[in-house]
């Protein structure tokens, strides 16, 4: 059992910055990896980033790449979220989720826990 905690969301106008970060706790030995997601009003749950928990390759949706960042600190295993640049295309609610053991977080399907959701609303 993995428990997620998402922070930091807030509002902000646009070009504007925020920082989400996920606290993981319980059996963190079993992720593989990390991923943010977020579905906007009206919208389908999305992918936005992951990151493979050992090597640290990360991979970015088109719509945030170059904005948006994902990182770890596998010490204390926490996950962030720096998001550059912000729209108002990029309002919606953000969750943090954990795949274990051999899912990849290539698809919704592969996340195995998810957050309680944090929301982020940009303003134009």
């Known amino acids: 059992q993995v428990q997620v905690v998402e922070s930091g969301g807030g509002s902000v106008q646009g070009g504007g910055s925020l920082r989400l970060s996920c606290a993981a706790s319980?059996?963190?030995?079993?992720?593989?990896?990390m991923g943010w997601l977020r579905q906007a009003p009206g919208k389908e749950r999305e992918g936005v980033a992951h990151?493979?928990?050992?090597?640290?390759?990360?991979y970015y949706a088109s719509t945030v790449k170059g904005r948006f960042t994902i990182s770890q600190d596998n010490a204390k295993n926490t996950l962030f979220l720096q998001m550059n640049s912000l729209k108002p295309e990029d309002t919606a609610m953000y969750y943090c989720?954990?795949?274990?053991?051999?899912?990849?977080?290539?698809?919704?399907?592969?996340?195995?826990?998810w957050g309680q959701g944090t929301r982020v609303t940009v303003s134009s």
């Open positions: 989720a954990a795949g274990i053991f051999y899912n990849d977080c290539r698809t919704l399907s592969d996340y195995n826990y």
């Open positions: 319980g059996n963190t030995h079993s992720i593989n990896c």
């Open positions: 990151i493979y928990r050992l090597h640290g390759t990360s």
